[in-house]
């Protein structure tokens, strides 16, 4: 009876663990997820595009950076340098930015490994808008 008991037990234990949709504060493995990144604010938040076609830095803030952090403009991923856990720069050149407009500022987290154990790891920021004049 004892046994059954035991494997009864670690049955419902692993459920737990390798069920889809287990969130990470039941899974142990999560410890090393990545945190999804929040974006606060862009400086500067409009540039002319005589700047970008010196190239501009720009700098966002937020929380959740990681060392694997990365700026996206537009949907396209850009060189980044991650200052702090709150300070993500990156420079805007006519490269990525080819005239006047809006433009759409994410950052990214790649999820890692972690996510092959079931976590929730990583993932897009919401947009902030950087207007080019």
């Known amino acids: 009876m004892q046994s059954r ?10 459920a737990f663990l390798f069920l889809p949709g287990c969130s990470n504060t039941l899974n142990p493995f999560c410890g090393s997820a990545r945190p999804a990144p929040l974006i606060g604010s862009l400086a500067p938040t409009s540039v002319h595009f005589s700047q970008v076609q010196q190239g501009v830095p720009l700098v966002v ?19 980044t340098s991650v200052m702090s856990d709150s300070k993500l720069k990156v420079m805007l050149t006519t490269g990525i930015i080819s005239g006047p407009g809006a433009i759409k500022v994410q950052v990214q987290t ?3 490994n972690s996510s092959d154990l079931g976590c929730t790891s990583g993932g897009n920021s919401s947009v902030l808008m950087l207007t080019v004049n």
Do not use: D, E, K, W
């Not at 937020?62 to 060189?79: D, E, K, R």
């Open 5 to 14: 008991t035991r494997a009864l037990s670690m049955v419902v234990v692993l």
């Open 61 to 79: 803030n937020g929380s959740q950076f990681v060392s694997a952090s990365v700026v996206l403009i537009n949907g396209t991923p850009l060189a």
């Open 110 to 112: 790649p999820s890692g």
